[in-house]
């Protein structure tokens, strides 16, 4: 069973207390004082711990806690309509190790009632944290306010620069380095955003050999990097 606490406060030898959202956990999953569990933080720690109670409240002992370095950064930008499926996206990246993701404002999503918006990454950013309980990774994924195209474009990316593209070139088969890969919504981006992302310096990828949806493509190209990582692996 994993656990997470607060970034950087784990410590051994400390005695943390546990959220409500971890307590629930806990009653679900039929918890016992003195039992021991795994802990992570979102922040690189990976730790174990024993249970503790007094009273109603759940707390962690800690016994040993390690710190992993950055891995490379893998971040997702998607034009993003609907905050649902936007939200099974969250979860997913975070799984296949992306370590951010964008809501990006394009000409097709402006003005969609159900899309991702400013007030909705907070609850975005807990569904990324929680998804490391199942995966064990010790980053979370950081979930960054939407931001329109053309700013995106605006600020040059770190490394591999890849617009998601059926006519584009397939993926290298190893890759290392920093990845931003940009998903358009669904419709695709407009031929004057395509455009503009060339000019950019975005080379066109190719994820699959048929149309993805947004989140469908998003998730290929996290795939595809952690496969092609793993390969370049020493």
């Given amino acids: 069973m994993r656990v997470l606490v607060p970034a950087g406060s784990a410590v051994p030898g400390a005695v943390l207390p546990l959220d409500d959202d971890e307590a629930h956990h806990l009653r679900v999953r039929r918890a016992e004082a003195g039992q021991e569990v795994e802990l992570r933080d979102g ?3 990976s730790g174990t711990a024993q249970l503790e109670r007094e009273g ?9 806690a390690t710190h992993a370095p950055h891995p490379a950064p893998l971040v997702l930008a998607v034009g993003a309509g609907d905050k649902e499926r936007f939200t099974w996206l969250v979860e997913k990246a975070a799984e296949l190790g992306a370590t951010a993701i964008v809501p990006i404002e394009t000409e097709r999503t ?3 009632a159900a899309g991702v918006q400013g007030r909705h990454a907070l609850r975005l950013g807990r569904r990324a944290l929680d998804s490391i309980k199942q995966s064990g990774a010790r980053w979370a994924m950081e979930v960054r306010a939407p931001v329109s195209l053309p700013a995106f474009l605006g600020a040059r990316a770190d490394g591999h620069a890849w617009i ?3 006519e584009g070139a397939p993926p290298p088969a190893a890759i290392d380095g920093a990845v931003t890969v940009l998903v358009g919504p669904e ?10 992302a060339a000019s950019a310096g975005w080379q066109p990828v190719r994820l699959a050999p048929h149309v993805l949806r947004f989140e469908t493509a998003a998730i290929a190209a996290a795939a595809c990097i952690a496969a092609a990582r793993e390969r370049t692996a020493p």
Avoid: K, L, N, Q
């Fill in 43 to 45: 922040a690189g720690m």
């Fill in 56 to 64: 109603g409240r759940w707390m962690v002992r800690v016994t040993a």
């Fill in 110 to 112: 402006a003005g969609v």
């Fill in 164 to 166: 998601a593209d059926p």
């Fill in 187 to 196: 419709g695709g981006f407009t031929a004057a955003e395509r455009a503009a």
